[in-house]
């Protein structure tokens, strides 16, 4: 298991990531200027259908004011920015990448949310949380890098209230090897992919009951196309982050859901009550 985190992490490596995002907002406006979360989207929505899809989940998840939740790999904190503005919750993030977490937490001071928002380094598998602290269990675009579905969903039920939700947005597998390289891995070597079936069964192992399941692959291919069909990538900048073969990756993670090889799903499913 260390091996594969190492693995990931390698992925996510993002070396001297706060300069690079400091350089390029030089030019939205000076350092003392704060930002709006939306002004940042071109640079830290890097999932499939970025911020639609994170207001799409959010919005089946019926979170709302006043309401604890974790975004599990939050990445650079775009999706947590979001929430906390559009719905007045708190947000605490957790990413295995440290430089990922520093961006986070930089960015969130330019928006002026750190009142709201908390990041940390820290691994899906061992979340550093109290049992039952969250109302809301966010996870995009994550489970592709874990093997150990069981545990990862077991920590989740672990830190959600009985009755709490958690809301998934991920690629599965459909129907062959996917092409590489991809957003999560450049390689097999980190890349853990399920079906459908599969995934909601592991989930509804680990204590869970669905509320909301849609296979969104349809949607997620139409904007695909449509990317496609516009020329070059809208938001150049996501290489800031994923490095300069981000175009490519994207590319090939389009490729595969066009020939049917990966899959897109959201769902929502509501934490068992421990004592049932």
């Known amino acids: 298991m260390t091996d594969e985190l190492d693995g990931v ?8 990531l706060t300069e690079r995002l400091r350089t390029v907002l030089a030019a939205v406006g000076p ?3 704060l930002l709006t979360p939306q002004q940042l989207g071109t640079l830290d929505q890097f ?19 006043g309401m604890s939740v974790l975004d599990v790999g939050s990445g650079i904190g775009g999706p947590a920015r979001f929430l906390a503005a559009t719905y007045g919750c708190r947000v605490a993030g ?59 969903y077991g920590e989740i039920r672990r830190v959600l209230k009985s009755g709490g939700r958690f809301a998934t947005f991920d690629v599965v597998s459909s129907s062959g090897q996917p092409h590489y390289p991809l957003p999560w891995a450049r390689t097999p070597a980190t890349s853990f992919l399920l079906t459908i079936d599969e995934t909601r069964k592991a989930i509804e192992q680990a ?43 994207a590319a090939n993670l389009g490729r595969n859901l066009m ?18």
């Open 94 to 152: 957790v990413d295995l990448s440290e430089p990922f977490v520093d961006a986070a937490r930089y960015l969130t001071e330019r928006t002026g949310q750190s009142g709201q928002l908390s990041f940390q380094t820290a691994s899906a598998l061992e979340l550093p949380f109290d049992d039952g602290r969250f109302d809301i269990v966010l996870l995009q675009h994550v489970a592709m890098n874990i093997s150990d579905r069981a545990r990862l």
């Open 47 to 65: 999932h499939t259908r970025g911020l639609a899809a994170t207001a799409e989940l959010a919005q089946l998840a019926d979170i709302t004011a």
């Open 207 to 249: 204590g869970f009951r669905a509320l909301a399941w849609h296979d969104d692959t349809g949607v997620a291919k139409a904007w695909f196309a449509q990317l496609r069909a516009s020329g070059p990538p809208p938001s150049p900048n996501l290489g800031v982050v994923m490095g300069p073969d981000f175009a490519e990756l």
């Open 9 to 16: 992490r390698d992925h996510y490596r993002a070396t001297g």
């Open 259 to 276: 020939e049917g090889r990966l899959g897109i799903l959201t769902a929502v499913f509501e934490a068992a009550s421990t004592n049932s």
């Open 31 to 33: 350092e003392d200027q």
